[in-house]
C-alpha cells in the first residue's frame, strides 16, 4: 500500500488490488514494447519486418492512449482494463502462432491498443486513488514498465529460453490482474468531477487541449524526454566502444549501468516530489540529464563516465512520470485524456529525436549527432520556463 491512500476498510483492500493489479498490467506493457526487439532474432524477421511491426504498434498506441484516456474520465477504469488485458492477452497468445507476416501485423496492432489502453487507464486510475501521492504512485507504475522490458529481454535473449513459450505464459499471466478488474467492474464507479461546459465529448475536450499552449508545451517536453532516453539507451553501448575505445563487455555495461539508474530514479522519485514543486523538479530533471549527456558525449571521462551515466539514468527516469502528473494537474477536470494526448509524445519522440541523429552523422564528422540530445533537454527546460506562471492558476 502507497502513503496517500485516502480509503478505509473495505476500499483499501480495493485500492491495493487495483494498484497491484496495474503494476502488473505495466509489467506486462514493459513486455509488449520490448517483445518484438527481444524475439526478432529468434524469429528471423528481417529490419524491414522489425520497423514495419514496430510502426503498427505504435500506431495502434497512439489512437488507444487518447481514445481511452478520455474514457478513463468517463467510464469504469476497471472495465477499460478488462478490453486492454484481453487484447494483450490475445496479443501475446497469438503473436507468431501463424507465419503470416500479415496475420502478426494486426497481432501486433492489437498489442499496441492494448498498450495504450494501460498506459492510458492505470495512470488515470491511481491519479484518482492517490489524490495526495499522484506523482509516487505514477513514478512506480512506469517502474514497472521498466522492469518488464528487461524481463522479457533477459528470459528470451540471455537465458535462450523459447520465445514462443514466453510469450504464452505471459498470456496466461494477464489473466490475473484482469480477475481483479473483472471482479471490480461489476461495481459502480463514483461520479466523475463535472467537466467544464462543453467539454462532455471527447471532440470539445480535445478542442480545449488544442486551445491551450500549455498542452502543446507538455507534448513536446514529452517528445524530448523520451527522444533524449531511448536515444541514450541505444547509443550509449556502441558510442564508448567506437568513439571511447571501451571494450564490447565494457560499452555494454554502460548501458547496464544507465538503465540501472533509470529504475532506480523511477523507484525514488515520486517520493521525494510533491505536486507543489512538479514543475520546478520537472525542470531540474531536464537541467541534470542535458548536463550529463553533455559530459558523456563531449567530455572524455575514462572510467569515470559510468558514474555520469548512472546519474544519467537517474535524471531521465523521472522525466516521463514527471511530465504525465503535470499534464493531469494542469487538466484536473479531464485529466485521462490530458495525460493521453501528452503520452502520444512518446511513439514521436522515439522516432524523430533519432532520426534527427541519424540525419546528421551522415558526413564526415559525427559529432554534431551528438548535439542533438543536449537540445532537446534545452528545449525542455525553455518551455517549462515560459510555463512556470501558469501552472498554479491552472492545478
Not at 90 to 110: D, E, Q, R, T, W
Request: positive net charge.
Amino acid at each position: 500500500m502507497l502513503p496517500g491512500m485516502t480509503e478505509h476498510g473495505s476500499t483499501r483492500t480495493r485500492t491495493v488490488l487495483l494498484t497491484a493489479s496495474s503494476f502488473a498490467s505495466m509489467l506486462f506493457l514493459g513486455v509488449g514494447v520490448a517483445l518484438i526487439g527481444a524475439a526478432a532474432p529468434a524469429i528471423g524477421l528481417s529490419t524491414r519486418e522489425i520497423g514495419l511491426l514496430q510502426a503498427l504498434q505504435n500506431g495502434g498506441f497512439v489512437v488507444s492512449v487518447v481514445v481511452f484516456g478520455y474514457l478513463a474520465d468517463v467510464r469504469s477504469h476497471s472495465r477499460l482494463l478488462v478490453i486492454g488485458s484481453i487484447a494483450m492477452g490475445l496479443g501475446f497468445g497469438l503473436f507468431y502462432a501463424h507465419p503470416a507476416f500479415a496475420f502478426n501485423a494486426l497481432i501486433m496492432v492489437a498489442i499496441g491498443l492494448g498498450i495504450g489502453v494501460f498506459e492510458a487507464v492505470t495512470d488515470a486510475m491511481l491519479f484518482q486513488l492517490y489524490p495526495k501521492k499522484r506523482s509516487l504512485a505514477i513514478s512506480l507504475n512506469h517502474l514497472f514498465v521498466t522492469i518488464g522490458s528487461l524481463a522479457i529481454t533477459v528470459y528470451i535473449l540471455f537465458l535462450h529460453l523459447d520465445w514462443r513459450s514466453s510469450t504464452l505464459q505471459t498470456a496466461g499471466l494477464t489473466l490475473l490482474p484482469m480477475l481483479v478488474y473483472v471482479w471490480y467492474s461489476r461495481r459502480s464507479r463514483s461520479a466523475p468531477d463535472a467537466p467544464p461546459s462543453g467539454t462532455t465529448t471527447i471532440g470539445g475536450r480535445l478542442k480545449v487541449l488544442v486551445a491551450e499552449p500549455r498542452i502543446l508545451n507538455q507534448f513536446i517536453c514529452m517528445v524530448c524526454a523520451y527522444g533524449m532516453q531511448v536515444s541514450a539507451i541505444g547509443l550509449v553501448p556502441v558510442f564508448l566502444i567506437e568513439n571511447r575505445g571501451f571494450s564490447v563487455f565494457a560499452g555494454t555495461m554502460g548501458l547496464v549501468v544507465l538503465v540501472s539508474g533509470i529504475a532506480v530514479g523511477r523507484a525514488f522519485i515520486g517520493w521525494i516530489t510533491r505536486e507543489a514543486h512538479i514543475q520546478r523538479n520537472t525542470t531540474l530533471h531536464f537541467v541534470g540529464a542535458t548536463l550529463c549527456l553533455t559530459a558523456i558525449y563531449f567530455v572524455p571521462l575514462g572510467t569515470g563516465v559510468y558514474i555520469v551515466l548512472f546519474c544519467a539514468g537517474l535524471m531521465l527516469s523521472g522525466l516521463l512520470p514527471l511530465i504525465i502528473t503535470f499534464a493531469g494537474l494542469t487538466y484536473p477536470a479531464f485529466a485521462g485524456l490530458a495525460m493521453g494526448a501528452v503520452k502520444t509524445g512518446i511513439p514521436v519522440g522515439g522516432i524523430v529525436i533519432p532520426l534527427l541523429m541519424s540525419a546528421l552523422s551522415g558526413g564526415a564528422a559525427v559529432w554534431p549527432a551528438f548535439l542533438v540530445p543536449p537540445a532537446a533537454g534545452l528545449t525542455g527546460i525553455v518551455l517549462l520556463l515560459a510555463q512556470r506562471h501558469r501552472f498554479g492558476a491552472a492545478a
